[in-house]
C-alpha cells in the first residue's frame, strides 16, 4: 500500500517528466509514439460509461468532465491513455476547476492548468481539440442582507452590495459588480444577485461581497467579516449578515 507522501512523490515525479517533455518540444518534429497511442477513444468514450460533458486534448493529455453521481469529475489522462488523477470539479462560466490531493487543475475552451499543490512552477498546455457545450454560462452570486437586531429600517433605506476583488491585500479592493436595492419598506433579509463576467475571476483569486445599508445617504449599516465567495471553494449564494456602523 502506498503511503500519502509516496503518492505524492510519484505525483510530483510524473509531472516532473510532463514539464520535461514540454521543454524539449519545440526541438521535437513528432510526437513520441508512446503518447501518440491511444487505448480508447476518449472524446467519447472517456468518462468510461458515465455521461460526458466535455473534452479537451492538449499536446499531452486528454481531459474528460463527466456526470457522476454526486457531481461533476475531471478524468485526466496521458495521451497513451493511463490516468494521471481524477477529481471533482465544478464550472465557473467556460472553466472547469478544482483540486485533488495533489494540485488545483483548471481547463477551458483555450488552455489546460496544473498547478501542485506545493506551489511548484504551473504546467499550461494549450487545448487543441474540444467538444460539449462550452458556451459561457451566467455567472452570478446570489444571497442575502440582513441583521440580527430587532430594528426596522425606514423606508428611504438603499442596500448597495459590491463584488469585489481583494486578491492584492496592499491595494484597494477593485469593483467587479454592483447592485442598489431602494427597500421602499422592504425590510431584511434582502435578496441579491450579481452578475459578473467570469473572466474576470482567477482561480487562486481572492473575492468578497461588500454591503452596506444607507439610510437617508448615510452609511448606517456595513458587514464587518470578510463574506469570501466564488473560489477556493467558497460559495456562490451567501447570507451576509451586517452590523451598525458608528
Given amino acids: 500500500m502506498h503511503t500519502p507522501n509516496q ?24 510526437v513520441p509514439p508512446t503518447l501518440a497511442q491511444r487505448q480508447l477513444d476518449f472524446a467519447t468514450q472517456g468518462c468510461r460509461g458515465v455521461p460526458q460533458e466535455a473534452y479537451f486534448l492538449t499536446d499531452n493529455y486528454h481531459i474528460n468532465i463527466c456526470q457522476g453521481q454526486s457531481g461533476l469529475f475531471m478524468a485526466v489522462s496521458y495521451r497513451n491513455g493511463q490516468l494521471f488523477d481524477r477529481l471533482p470539479v465544478q464550472k465557473q462560466g467556460d472553466n472547469y476547476q ?5 494540485a488545483f487543475f483548471q481547463v477551458n475552451s483555450r488552455t489546460f ?5 506545493n506551489n511548484q512552477r504551473p504546467i499550461t498546455e494549450r487545448v487543441l481539440r474540444m467538444q460539449g457545450d462550452q458556451r459561457p454560462q451566467e455567472s452570478k452570486v446570489t444571497g442575502t442582507v440582513t441583521y440580527r437586531q430587532r430594528i426596522a429600517l425606514p423606508p428611504n433605506s438603499t442596500v448597495v452590495i459590491t463584488l469585489q476583488d481583494t486578491t492584492r491585500s496592499n491595494r484597494a479592493p477593485r469593483n467587479i459588480a454592483q447592485q442598489t436595492i431602494p427597500l421602499r419598506g ?10 459578473y463576467n ?14 452596506e445599508i444607507y439610510v437617508e445617504g448615510r ?23 451586517v452590523q451598525p456602523v458608528n
Avoid: C
Avoid at 478544482?98 to 495533489?102: F, I, K, R, T, V
Avoid at 467570469?198 to 454591503?211: C, D, F, L, S
Avoid at 452609511?219 to 449578515?241: H, K, S
Fill in 7 to 30: 503518492n505524492k512523490s510519484q505525483f510530483l515525479f510524473r509531472l516532473f517528466l510532463t514539464s520535461t517533455l514540454l521543454t524539449l518540444t519545440p526541438t521535437l518534429s513528432f
Fill in 98 to 102: 478544482g483540486n485533488s490531493q495533489n
Fill in 113 to 117: 492548468t496544473i498547478q501542485p499543490n
Fill in 186 to 195: 422592504q425590510q431584511v433579509p434582502i435578496p441579491f444577485s450579481l452578475i
Fill in 198 to 211: 467570469p473572466t474576470e475571476i482567477q482561480p487562486n483569486g481572492v473575492y468578497r461581497i461588500r454591503a
Fill in 219 to 241: 452609511l448606517t449599516w456595513a458587514n464587518t467579516n470578510q463574506d469570501r465567495v466564488i473560489t477556493q471553494g467558497n460559495p456562490n449564494n451567501i447570507e451576509v449578515i
